[in-house]
């Protein structure tokens, strides 16, 4: 299946810190999610990203949509404990029927208080 | 409802057992996919509906993994004769259309198979 590489795998780093992390693509995506993922839950949506070049920001968070369409990127500023947790990245086809969300391999993340 | 739910969260299941795995989407969502996520991995793509037609299943591993969604609104993976590869967490999400949009995860059950 298709491969969606994230970096890094995990990220320890202190309170109030930013983060960046990246995903990144051997095919085209038209369309990027970024979720983030609790123990024993499913995904959340935190970001959507329609369009190559765009750059979107939810609160603390940035991601943007790499104009190859083959990557995209996810900020956070100013972490805090409860960022804590796995990102996982996610890419869209948008073609006929084939709307399913090939992700990425994930990162975790550690906020040191 | 508020987001979408599934039951159970927690299964535990002999081998060669069938179960049934529930998914309640977004009340007026159209498409509902399925996803399997293995230990330390991200989801992976099983099955696709949009309202009660199966428009994509190339994502099932084998012939014992059946979907469906008779109404176009809840939805059931049945897997028979469990095996212990089947093991994983097994995520239902919806989307409001047809066509590509934000995809809404429900929690997710446990397939624990001994």
Not at chain 1, 47 to 74: C, H, M, P, V
Not at chain 2, 35 to 61: C, I, M, R, V
Request: aromatic share 12%.
């Amino acid at each position: 299946g298709q491969q969606l590489n994230q970096s890094p795998q995990s990220m320890f780093i202190q309170e109030g810190e930013d983060v960046s992390m990246n995903c990144t693509s051997s095919s085209i995506f038209n369309t990027w999610l970024w979720y983030k993922q609790d123990p024993g839950e499913g995904p959340v949506l935190l970001i959507a990203l329609y369009k190559a070049g765009e750059l979107t920001s939810n609160g603390r968070l940035t991601a943007q949509f790499g104009i190859t369409r083959k990557d995209s990127f996810l900020n956070i500023s100013a972490s805090i404990p409860s960022d804590v947790g796995i990102y996982f990245c996610a890419g869209q086809k948008d073609q006929t029927g084939a709307n399913n969300l090939f992700f990425g391999t994930g990162t975790r993340l550690t906020v040191i208080p | 409802g508020a987001g979408v739910s599934q039951s159970p969260r927690y299964k535990v299941a002999k081998r060669g057992q069938d179960v049934a795995l529930r998914c309640d989407p977004i009340s007026g969502h159209v498409s509902l996919f399925w996803y399997q996520q293995a230990l330390g991995q991200g989801p992976e793509f099983l099955t696709y509906f949009q309202n009660e037609a199966q428009l994509d299943k190339s994502g099932l591993p084998s012939d014992r993994f059946f979907a469906e969604r008779p109404e176009g609104s809840v939805s059931t993976l049945k897997i028979q004769r469990t095996q212990q590869e089947d093991s994983a967490v097994y995520l239902c999400a919806s989307s409001l259309t047809a066509g590509p949009y934000e995809q809404y995860f429900g929690p997710g059950t446990r397939l624990t198979v001994t």
